[in-house]
């Protein structure tokens, strides 16, 4: 089964920076899908973005981006102009044949 | 636009109660899940439904039970609850089998077995 790993279980930076978040998982498969999520202490997951991995652009959305190295095996999001309510635990998942598995996820605290 | 409601929000059992916790969407989705989140261990899946009728074994389904009800609802059931099932429980729904678009969470249930 896939593994996803995030190496950084805490993480700060200061309003308006930017910050990026590691990811990395272990699969044998070719086609598979890849997210970020974000859990506010509202508790409440929240999809921020998915990329495929047959296509090779990064995916973005907004102040949201992804790196995607296949042969790394690495996903990593970056977050520009940070927000104080981009405070959250942030998770990284990896989907393959309807068996979605999490990394222990990484605590991003927004400094004014 | 409720998305995926579940009840209860949090819980408190004794050692060897049984509970229900209950989980309904109204997105019309085929695909409903179970997952527990532990500190440090992020998300893992016990049981899902990929479509109404059906139901199979995640990573950690020792001790849980599930119902697919209708489309709308899945259901989980503790038949004797244990300290080590101490956690929050999400409910999850997905438009596609696969699940490739992600999945949609609902607020989670904190359970504490004493």
């Known amino acids: 089964a896939q593994t996803v790993t995030q190496s950084q279980p805490e993480m700060s930076v200061q309003e308006a920076e930017t910050v990026t978040l590691s990811c990395t998982y272990d699969?044998?498969?070719?086609?598979?899908?890849l997210f970020w999520y974000k859990q506010p202490p509202s508790r409440q997951m929240i999809l921020v973005i998915r990329?495929?991995?047959?296509?090779?652009q990064n995916a973005t959305e907004n102040r949201f981006s992804v790196n995607f190295q296949k042969a790394a095996k690495s996903f990593s999001l970056k977050i520009s102009d940070s927000q104080l309510g981009d405070t959250a635990m942030y998770f990284c998942?990896?989907?393959?044949?309807?068996?979605?598995?999490f990394g222990a996820g990484t605590r991003l605290t927004v400094k004014p | 636009n409720a998305g995926v409601t579940q009840t209860p929000k949090f819980q408190v059992l004794k050692t060897g109660q049984s509970m229900t916790l209950q989980c309904a969407q109204d997105?019309?989705?085929?695909?409903m899940y179970w997952y527990r989140q532990d500190p440090g261990m992020g998300l893992r899946l016990i049981y899902y439904s990929a479509s109404e009728g059906t139901t199979d074994k995640g990573e950690v389904p020792n001790g849980y039970n599930v119902s697919r009800l209708n489309k709308r609802e899945f259901s989980l059931r503790l038949e004797s609850a244990a300290p080590s099932q101490t956690s929050v429980y999400f409910c999850?729904?997905?438009?596609?089998?696969?699940?490739?678009?992600?999945?949609?969470f609902g607020s989670g249930t904190r359970l504490t077995v004493v």
């Open positions: 699969t044998s498969e070719n086609n598979y899908y």
């Open positions: 999850a729904s997905s438009e596609e089998m696969t699940g490739i678009y992600g999945y949609t």
């Open positions: 990329q495929e991995a047959y296509k090779q």
């Open positions: 998942a990896h989907l393959n044949n309807n068996d979605m598995r």
């Open positions: 997105m019309n989705h085929n695909s």
